[in-house]
Antibody, heavy 122, light 106 residues
Framework: EVQLVESGGGLVQPGRSLRLSCEVS????????MHWVRQAPGKGLEWVSG????????GYADSVKGRFIISRDNAKNSLFLQLMSPRTDDTASYFC???????????????WGQGTLVTVSS | DIQMTQSPSSLSASVGDRLTITCQAS??????LNWYQHKPGRAPQLLIY???NLQTGVPSRFSGGGSGTDFTFTVSSLQPEDIATYYC?????????FGQGTKVEI
């Protein structure tokens, strides 16, 4: 069974760094691109970032470019998102998502985690 | 960025009803359109990919169609467990964008 389990969310002050993690199981991690998608309270879904199977291709939404860093450790079956300078409008549930296939250009999200809530507030 | 406009934003229907949601892209996205179901407190679920392909394990009462800029999502016979918010999403161009969602109530 495919499982994606996020962790690392919580309350963070604006500008203070936070690192989200996603540990996966039930599939061969380095066969797949991975993504982060978020949902602000009462709002819809927003793609945040994606990374190819070998970390060779990475993309970000304009809203987080230069502030967030996506990475992965294939040896540990783990995906990460570093929030370098979070703002109050980054408050959201962050979902770890599997893409279909190794390239992140095929942004077809076939498995999702339950999400981890990040609250950015002073 | 490609804007995805869903309609309606919410609807109320009865068990057994046929319902249709539309999604319009601000530019041609060919067939690169997916549909997701999201229930509160649950992980979103992929239902339809590439406009009209049913994801494995998804009931056949769900279907999708369209290409280019205009797409539809249909539930042929609404069931109580279909209460959720539905989103379209394009992956023709980065950034990958979602519609604003359609909340379905009974």
């Amino acid at each position: 069974e495919v499982q994606l389990v996020e962790s690392g969310g919580g309350l963070v002050q604006p500008g203070r760094s936070l690192r989200l993690s996603c540990e996966v199981s039930g599939f061969t991690f380095d066969d797949y691109a991975m993504h982060w998608v978020r949902q602000a309270p009462g709002k819809g879904l927003e793609w945040v970032s994606g990374i190819s199977w070998d970390s060779g291709n990475i993309g970000y939404a304009d809203s987080v470019k230069g502030r967030f860093i996506i990475s992965r450790d294939n040896a540990k079956n783990s995906l990460f998102l570093q929030l370098m300078s979070p703002r109050t409008d980054d408050t959201a549930s962050y979902f770890c998502v599997r893409g279909r296939g190794p390239g992140y250009y095929v942004a077809l999200f076939d498995h999702w985690g339950q999400g981890t809530l990040v609250t950015v507030s002073s | 960025d490609i804007q995805m406009t869903q309609s309606p934003s919410s609807l109320s229907a009865s068990v057994g009803d046929r319902l249709t949601i539309t999604c319009q892209a601000s530019q041609d996205i060919s067939k690169y359109l997916n549909w997701y179901q999201h229930k509160p407190g649950r992980a979103p679920q992929l239902l339809i990919y590439d406009a009209s392909n049913l994801q494995t394990g998804v009931p056949s009462r769900f279907s999708g169609g369209g290409s280019g800029t205009d797409f539809t999502f249909t539930v042929s016979s609404l069931q109580p467990e279909d209460i959720a918010t539905y989103y379209c999403q394009q992956y023709s161009h980065r950034p990958y964008t979602f519609g604003q969602g359609t909340k379905v109530e009974i």
